[in-house]
Nanobody, 129 residues
Framework: QVRLVESGGGSAQAGGSLRLSCTAS????????MAWFRQSPGKEREGVAS???????MYAESVKGRFTISKDNANNILYLEMTNLKPEDTAMYYC???????????????????????WGQGTQVTVSS
């Protein structure tokens, strides 16, 4: 079991920046895939960025070039650096970890909700124009 706790959300102006953190505890060493998702009211949860333990990253088209996912392995913290924020980035952001038995995820699955087992409680990001 792994516990995920997000932090760093808040309010920002369009064009501004925020950095989200996800502190993981538990059997984190065996989690090869972690990701950030977001959900706006009335919309489905969507994958934003994924991190594979080998260092392979993947981003949703809507955030490419603006968001960066990274991981501090020593401290088990997953980050999402968000720059050039837009009002449409407003959402609850969630950290997720795939099951320990997941050794490989097809690229088509790495930003899909079904691929991830454990979830944090979320942190709200609000971007004003």
């Amino acid at each position: 079991q792994v516990r995920l706790v997000e932090s760093g959300g808040g309010s920002a102006q369009a064009g501004g920046s925020l950095r989200l953190s996800c502190t993981a505890s538990g059997d984190t060493y065996s989690r090869h895939y972690m990701a950030w998702f977001r959900q706006s009211p009335g919309k489905e949860r969507e994958g934003v960025a994924s991190f594979e333990s080998t260092g392979i990253l993947m981003y949703a088209e809507s955030v490419k070039g603006r968001f960066t996912i990274s991981k501090d392995n020593a401290n088990n913290i997953l980050y999402l650096e968000m720059t050039n924020l837009k009002p449409e980035d407003t959402a609850m952001y969630y950290c997720a970890a795939a099951d320990a038995s997941t050794r490989y995820l097809a690229t088509s699955s790495r930003l899909r909700e079904y691929a991830y087992k454990d979830w944090g409680q979320g942190t709200q990001v609000t971007v004003s124009s």
